[in-house]
């Protein structure tokens, strides 16, 4: 859970990034010129905006973690279904693995005639 708490630290620094530059915002003397112009929201509202979108992306990456797992029990549960049909071979399955047996010839092992001296 080291890189939960890293990512919300950098949510956090970066909420507080955020709300210190939009309070920042504005006119020399203070008055904002814009009409529609929204009041800050407070810190107590960018912490629970940081929480929900915190649980958003923990829901997400629990989901994702557990459709890998469900996928890699299928393969497992092919693999098995293979091993007892008999079914892996010595390439078990990966790949094209028909070469041809090298069977030894009547020179093999001796340099050819490029290579007497």
């Known amino acids: 859970m080291n890189t939960l708490t890293t990512r919300t630290a950098?949510?956090?620094?970066c909420l507080a990034a955020l709300f210190a530059g939009a309070t920042a915002c504005g006119t020399e003397?203070?008055?904002?010129?814009?009409?529609?112009?929204?009041p800050a929201a407070s810190s107590v509202d960018l912490?629970?905006?940081?929480?929900?979108?915190?649980?958003?992306?923990l829901q997400r990456l629990q989901a994702q973690a557990r459709a890998e797992a469900a996928r890699q029990a299928r393969v497992d549960k092919a693999d098995a279904a293979r091993a007892a049909q008999g079914n892996l071979g010595a390439g078990a399955g990966?790949?094209?693995d028909h070469r041809q047996q090298q069977t030894p010839g009547p020179y093999r092992g001796y340099p050819g005639p490029h290579l007497a001296g």
Not at 10 to 13: G, P, R, Y
């Open 10 to 13: 950098a949510v956090t620094a």
């Open 29 to 38: 003397d203070g008055i904002s010129t814009g009409s529609g112009a929204r």
């Open 47 to 57: 912490a629970n905006s940081a929480k929900a979108n915190q649980q958003v992306y």
């Open 94 to 96: 990966y790949g094209d």
